[in-house]
C-alpha cells in the first residue's frame, strides 16, 4: 500500500518562499514520475508540476520560473520548492504518483497533503 505524507506548509507572506517535502512508503520511489498538485478552497485539484524518474521536470504555466520540482531517491523523497509566492498559490499542496504523459493521471490514494497559506 503506497503512502504519501506531505509536509513544509505554512504562512508566508507574498514574495516569501516555502519548501514543500513529500515522503513515499510502499512502492519502488525512483522508478516512479511524482508530481506535486493543489487544491484551492471551492476550486478543483490542479496538476502543478512533475518530475519523471530521470529527473526531467515539467511545469504548469502558472508556476513556470517561480517552482523547482526535485527528488532524492535515497529519501525516497520529493521536494517543491516554491518561491515568489502570491496569495493565488494559497492552496492545500499534494503529492502523488503520476504518469508522466498524462498529468492527471495518478496511482496512489491521495495522502493528507499540506497547507500553504500566503498574506498580502
Known amino acids: 500500500q503506497v503512502q504519501l505524507v506531505e509536509s513544509g506548509g505554512g504562512l508566508v507572506q507574498a514574495g516569501g518562499s516555502l519548501r514543500l517535502s513529500c515522503v513515499v512508503s510502499?512502492?519502488?520511489?525512483?522508478?516512479?514520475?511524482m508530481g506535486w498538485y493543489r487544491q484551492a478552497p471551492g476550486k478543483q485539484r490542479q496538476w502543478v508540476a512533475t518530475?519523471?524518474?530521470?529527473?526531467?521536470?515539467n511545469y504548469a504555466d502558472s508556476v513556470k520560473g517561480r517552482f523547482t520540482i526535485s527528488r532524492d531517491n535515497a529519501k525516497s523523497t520529493v521536494y517543491l520548492q516554491m518561491n515568489s509566492l502570491s496569495p493565488e498559490d494559497a492552496a492545500v499542496y499534494y503529492c502523488?504518483?503520476?504518469?508522466?504523459?498524462?498529468?492527471?493521471?495518478?496511482?496512489?490514494?491521495w495522502g493528507q497533503g499540506t497547507q500553504v497559506t500566503v498574506s498580502s
Open positions: 502523488n504518483i503520476v504518469s508522466w504523459y498524462a498529468t492527471m493521471s495518478v496511482f496512489a490514494s
Open positions: 510502499g512502492s519502488t520511489f525512483s522508478r516512479n514520475a
Open positions: 518530475i519523471s524518474s530521470g529527473g526531467n521536470t
